[in-house]
């Protein structure tokens, strides 16, 4: 069964310095893997998305996430934190179902908290 | 090209009530999956329709239901409202397109008070 683990509940850093998120997952096949962000009160906005093209991703603001199939990992990286970075990731793994369709786990998420 | 829209915005209801939230989804999308959020967690998969037709259930009680309609549009129905069900719930399109059937784009949600 596939499974998702976020591996902090918060990072807080400060603006200007990396970010790292943590994520690793559990898949019976070979999974799809995205990076999602949620600001207050708005929706879950697509950052990035690993297929098998390339281990490395990169995504949207600044952000990108390395696939490691031996660490079972896709960590979330940001060479710089900006103030507006502050949100809830969600690391989130996709299988697909016997009838063709997908299934999609979530983890818990991790709140990132960004300092002046 | 439109995204994907939820109705309404928030809702208020009862212990035993029923609801019906609504999602139009991603102009060219033909599959919609719904979520629910609560509070301080990650989304949980409720089910995904694709093409009028159930395509994949979560751990939800059949009290969950849902339609899709030919336009692709989407409806989440529950029955029997308990307070447990207060939370936002999310839908989600995707096209069928090779390489992105799994890629989503998610609604505004809508927040449900049950009280």
């Known amino acids: 069964a596939q499974s998702v683990t976020q591996l902090d509940s918060h990072v807080s850093v400060s603006e200007g310095t990396p970010v790292l998120l943590r994520c690793n997952y559990s898949?019976?096949?070979?999974?799809?893997l995205f990076w999602y962000v949620q600001h207050p009160n708005k929706g879950l906005q697509l950052l990035l998305k690993y297929t098998s093209a390339a281990t490395l991703v990169k995504g949207i603001n600044g952000f990108e996430a390395e696939f490691k199939k031996s660490e079972t990992s896709f960590h979330l990286t940001k060479p710089s934190a900006h103030m507006s970075d502050a949100a809830e990731y969600f690391c989130?793994?996709?299988?697909?179902?016997?009838?063709?369709?997908?299934?999609?786990?979530f983890g818990a998420g991790t709140r990132l908290f960004v300092k002046a | 090209e439109t995204g994907v829209t939820q109705s309404p915005t928030h809702l208020i209801k009862t212990r035993g009530q029923q609801v019906t939230l609504r999602c139009s989804s991603q102009s060219g999308h033909n599959t919609v999956s719904w979520y629910q959020q609560a509070l301080g967690q990650g989304p949980q998969f409720i089910f995904q329709y694709y093409r009028e037709e159930e395509n994949g259930r979560g751990n939800f009680p059949p009290r969950f239901s849902g339609l899709q309609f030919p336009n692709y549009s989407s409806e989440l129905n529950v029955n029997a409202l308990e307070l447990d069900d207060s939370a936002l719930y999310l839908c989600?399109?995707?096209?069928?397109?090779?390489?992105?059937?799994?890629?989503?784009?998610f609604g505004p949600g809508t927040r449900l008070t049950v009280l």
């Open positions: 898949s019976s096949y070979s999974p799809s």
């Open positions: 989600a399109s995707s096209s069928g397109l090779a390489g992105e059937t799994d890629t989503q784009y």
């Open positions: 989130v793994v996709s299988d697909q179902w016997d009838t063709g369709g997908f299934k999609t786990i």
